[in-house]
């Protein structure tokens, strides 16, 4: 099976720019989880979808959106962009809800300037 | 709030040696506990994984336990190679909620 992918590798924006990120699951897996990495946080959770409805939020401002397909593929959203949003975004993928079995993604790597 | 601490951030181990990494987490009600190993460019690939109703689990040269009761599992490996160098990352769960440690930089050394 393919696993998780994320598409762009890497993104470059400026200050006040929004950007979509995309991640497709594991063929059968119906759970996207979104994460934000960084050197000083560590590995954040941002928001799952589980059928096209999202499930579970972390604590991230309202500018980090998302959204679920019926094919399971998900976006995610950020707006009105800042500097420390510079981060890697993981996206994991799950055959089920919740926080149990997540395969990553490579992620994508948004610098923010 | 909940938090899981990991211990060491970074250990260095001749090839061949063990290693553990040990977490501590603080939600009681946390009942599975992956391990991930994330290498340079690439996202964590979950490696070994253990539920709230087992003390102990191995896979080839990988072991995690968990002692419930004081709240803390530690991921083992035994004869290191240097493939095994990379970023390890404990995580607690309970239903929809995970917390992640901070990561342990393990290098092994020729």
């Known amino acids: 099976k393919a696993g998780v992918t994320q598409t762009p590798r890497y993104l470059i924006k400026t200050r006040g720019q929004q950007v979509t990120l995309s991640c497709s699951p594991i063929?059968?897996?119906?759970?996207v989880s979104w994460y934000q990495q960084t050197p000083g946080q560590g590995l954040q959770f941002l928001f799952e979808?589980?059928?096209?409805?999202?499930?579970n939020k972390g604590n991230f401002p309202g500018r980090f959106s998302g959204r679920q397909f019926s094919n399971s593929r998900s976006e995610m959203n950020v707006s009105t962009l800042e500097l420390g949003d510079s981060a890697l975004y993981l996206c994991?993928?799950?055959?089920?809800?919740?926080?149990?079995?997540?395969?990553f993604g490579p992620g994508t790597r948004l610098t923010v300037t | 709030g909940e938090n899981v601490e990991q211990h060491p951030s970074t250990l260095s181990v001749q090839e061949g040696d063990s290693a553990v990494i040990k977490c501590t987490y603080s939600?009681?009600?946390?009942?599975?506990f992956p391990w991930y190993k994330q290498e340079l460019g690439k996202g964590p690939q979950l490696i070994i994984d253990?539920?709230?109703?087992?003390g102990e689990k191995k896979d080839q040269r990988i072991a995690v336990t968990l002692n419930k009761t004081a709240k803390h599992f530690s991921l083992h490996i035994t004869e290191t190679q240097p493939e095994d160098s990379a970023v390890y990352f404990c995580?607690?769960?309970?239903?929809?909620?995970?917390?992640f440690g901070k990561g342990t930089r393990l290098h092994i050394l020729p």
């Open positions: 994991a993928s799950s055959p089920l809800q919740g926080a149990s079995e997540q395969y």
């Open positions: 063929s059968g897996h119906r759970s």
């Open positions: 979808y589980f059928s096209e409805t999202q499930r």
């Open positions: 939600d009681s009600a946390s009942n599975y």
């Open positions: 253990i539920r709230s109703n087992v």
């Open positions: 995580a607690a769960t309970r239903d929809d909620k995970i917390i």
